[in-house]
């Protein structure tokens, strides 16, 4: 499963090293605060709106789910009648054995790729070099990330914990470029390296932000023009559509336009939205001969039958990472997924397992500002949670924690207990504060306790319970004569 | 009026100044409080750790404490126990018809502090004073989850002396989550710390809230914080009760 990587650390070694790296953890907070007051601004602007339009798009997706294999079906129909080839793809491996088999058929040994989620989620790029395939990445981030052999840390703006000289390192390194780290000369030296990449290569694969069942057409959401050089240079064109990205028409992709650029990066629109239906027809000048589309399965129909169902709303928006004050100290290489934040943990425990994400279900306080922000609408922090639940329940949590909650359960159910610890608890406290009111830094060695004092003080608990003092004022008052009127 | 009265268990446990507090507010505004003996806890730190049916133990007390009581309105002085049972105890109970429909009918009776004061007996101005600056953290349990945003604003400006100062992102998270903070204390650590860095900037002498969990999360980062050099003054940490019942 490529969902994950950087798996031999565990969780907390990948949160450890995220929060040691000031540069990573300073750029994400900044990314946070542009895109947090930017949708902001936009937002507020639409005033109610923004509501209606979210209430609208929730019934839209829905709808699709609920009807998933009719929409897929009516997508797959009218992509084949615009003369696409329709390549369904049950897991990832179908949908790599199908790209290969298009590489043959041709001969191809160059391609050229736009950004595309479902390709890592399969590991689509290290499928085909080993099988001697060049692929280049062209979207400016991505590319980044290939040449520095990185891993995204954000799904739309994945290559964020690299700053300009670091960038500009990385081409001197691997490139050849001679230039300054200004990002204007970094950019003009891709676009150069890249225009003869696009020219050469035989293959473009791409993906889709949404796929329009009643015309057969794929769109392409994008900031930088590549995406468009991609799906119309090369000869060969390989669309990755996931079936959860199946909406009804384009009155539906109206709605989902309107959501996504103002989610995703705080913008009205995009610099680049293409609507692609089929090959380059008779008489058109430009526009690839053959075009493939791996409509990919790869668990999406599991989770639209499961409590999950919600999460195939998601139009990978990356809102909620932009909210999470969880993804903010931890970027996506703490989560270890290429779906990070909340939205990852969702996905990524859905998609890959219990038995593979560490404590990732875990990693989250469940404010729900993810939620609030979702432009669709799912509310992520309670399937986060759900997830836990499934994971208690099918006993795949550690079995040390067991008795600690079961401990829970008797001190918060069973009086006399809750009491008699109370009474125990004081002294012991006391005694471990060295006679403070709070447990310092010094209790570290305490399991369990450690978690909190590592970074706080814990207060002892207090020399007469509550409700002790509740019954005291009661018997004042009726001693007294006393209702509650003072 | 006669209100039942919850204060969470942290109330019990650790700070009973600030259930005092509540309790002299609402009399004072003419309650007649009681408080059924039979409740410790909502429980909510169970079912958020995935431990469902556990939580399910620990409710069915609650439910069966307020439930028989006389009166119709319980007042919850922590946003989030007041979210576990309203929100959270349909799905606790999910495989027990007969302590859902119980649960789902307490419900309707459950108010949380502030918002009881100021939408149920229509007081704003409880005759507090307090000659302090003070900021409030918008806690996710009020703010967000039960959508009480007005009221505890409404009634720390009603207070005589007091002088608001807003903190920035005061709705953000402050990393508590339960057994999160246990879990996860890298990250909970840094999610408070920057909390307190925002509650340092406003000047305030004062941070309040209507969630002791929070108050707890922050008030023990503050004085680390303290401790450690990062901090240069003290910060008082309040329930908004403890400044409605304030004469100071
Ligand atoms: S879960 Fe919602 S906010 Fe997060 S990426 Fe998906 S659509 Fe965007």
Redo the contacts with the bound molecule.
């Keep these: 499963m490529s969902i994950l990587y950087n798996t031999d650390k565990t969780l907390r070694e990948r949160v450890s090293d995220c929060l040691e790296d000031d540069f990573k953890h300073n750029a994400i907070r900044t990314a946070q605060e542009v895109f947090y007051v930017k949708r902001g601004e936009l937002v507020e602007e639409m005033g109610d709106g923004w509501q209606q339009l979210r209430l609208h798009s929730m019934e839209v997706r829905n709808h699709v789910t609920e009807n998933l294999d009719y929409y897929v079906k009516q997508f797959a129909t009218n992509a084949e009648a615009n003369g696409c080839v329709m390549h369904y793809a049950p897991t990832g491996d179908d949908a790599l054995w199908e790209v290969l088999d298009i590489f043959e058929k041709h001969g191809a040994t160059y391609a050229v790729k736009s950004k595309s989620m479902m390709t890592e989620e399969v590991g689509l790029n290290e499928v085909l070099e080993n099988a001697g395939i060049k692929i280049t990445e062209t979207d400016c981030a991505e590319n980044i990330l290939q040449t520095a052999e990185s891993k995204p840390s954000h799904i739309v703006v994945p290559a964020l914990h690299f700053n300009r000289d670091a960038i500009a390192d990385i081409y001197r390194e691997k490139r050849g470029y001679t230039g300054s780290s200004v990002p204007e000369e970094i950019t003009h030296f891709l676009r150069k390296i890249l225009r003869d990449e696009f020219m050469e290569a035989e293959v473009g694969i791409r993906g889709c932000n949404f796929a329009v069942a009643s015309t057969g057409s794929v769109t392409l959401v994008t900031n930088e023009g590549n995406g468009r050089m991609v799906d119309s240079f090369p000869k060969v064109q390989i669309v990755f559509v996931g079936i959860d990205r199946i909406i009804p028409d384009l009155e539906a992709l109206d709605t989902m336009l309107a959501l996504l650029p103002r ?1 995703a990066v705080g913008a009205k629109m995009t610099a680049y939205f293409s609507l692609d239906s089929g090959p380059r027809g008779a008489g058109e000048v430009d526009g690839p001969e053959e075009v493939h589309i791996i409509l990919m399965d790869n668990g999406r129909h599991t989770l639209a039958n499961s409590e999950f169902k919600d999460m195939l ?8 990472l932009n909210i999470c004050p969880v993804y903010r100290h931890i970027t996506g290489h703490g989560y270890g997924s290429i779906y990070p934040g ?2 990852g943990i969702v996905l990524t425990a859905g998609l890959a397992g219990y038995d593979q994400i560490d404590t990732m279900a875990f990693a989250c306080s469940l404010c729900g500002a ?1 939620a609030e ?4 609408g ?1 509310p ?1 922090h309670d399937l986060i949670r759900q997830h836990r639940m499934n994971i208690v329940e099918q006993g795949k949590n550690h079995a040390v924690e067991v008795p600690i909650f079961k401990g829970l359960e008797l001190f918060w159910s069973n009086k006399p207990i809750y009491l008699a610890a109370m009474k125990a608890g004081r002294p012991v406290m006391k005694a471990i504060a060295r006679g403070e009111d709070a447990l310092d830094e010094n209790s570290v060695w305490i399991p369990v306790v450690k978690g909190w004092t590592s970074t706080r003080d814990f207060d002892v608990l207090s020399e007469t319970r509550f409700r002790t003092w509740f019954k005291e004022h009661k018997k004042e008052q009726a001693k007294n004569g006393k209702g509650g009127e003072q | 009026m006669k209100v039942a009265f919850f204060p969470g268990c942290m109330v019990d446990m650790i700070y009973p100044e600030i259930g005092i507090a509540a309790v002299n507010v609402l009399e004072r505004l003419g309650c007649d409080v009681e408080m059924p003996d039979d409740q410790i806890c909502c429980g909510q730190g169970l079912i958020n750790s995935g431990y469902r049916k556990e939580n399910a133990t620990v409710a069915r007390m609650i439910v069966d404490a307020y439930e028989t009581s006389e009166y119709d309105t319980i007042v919850s002085l922590t946003g989030s126990c007041m979210n576990a049972i309203v929100n959270d105890y349909p799905i606790v109970f999910k495989d027990d018809p007969v302590y859902l429909e119980r649960t789902r009918k307490l419900g309707e009776r459950f108010f949380e502090f502030t918002d009881f004061i100021v939408n149920h007996l229509g007081v704003t101005d409880v005759g507090a004073s307090f000659h302090h600056s003070v900021t409030y953290h918008k806690s996710c349990h009020v703010t967000r989850l039960l959508g009480i945003v007005e009221p505890p604003l409404q009634l720390l400006q009603a207070v005589e002396g007091l002088e608001y100062r807003e903190m920035e992102h005061a709705d953000r998270c402050c990393g508590f989550g339960g057994t999160f903070s246990f879990k996860q204390p890298e990250i909970a650590g840094e999610v408070v710390y920057e909390k307190c860095r925002t509650i340092i900037e406003t000047g305030a002498d004062v941070i309040c809230g209507a969630d002791v969990p929070c108050l707890m999360n922050i008030k023990g980062a503050l004085s680390r914080m303290r401790s450690d050099g990062r901090l240069d003054r003290d910060i008082r940490v309040m329930h908004i009760a403890q400044i409605l019942d304030a004469r100071e």
Excluded: D
């Design positions: 989610s709303r998601c139009m990978r928006c990356g809102a909620c909340p939205m993810c922000h979702c432009p669709v799912i992520i």
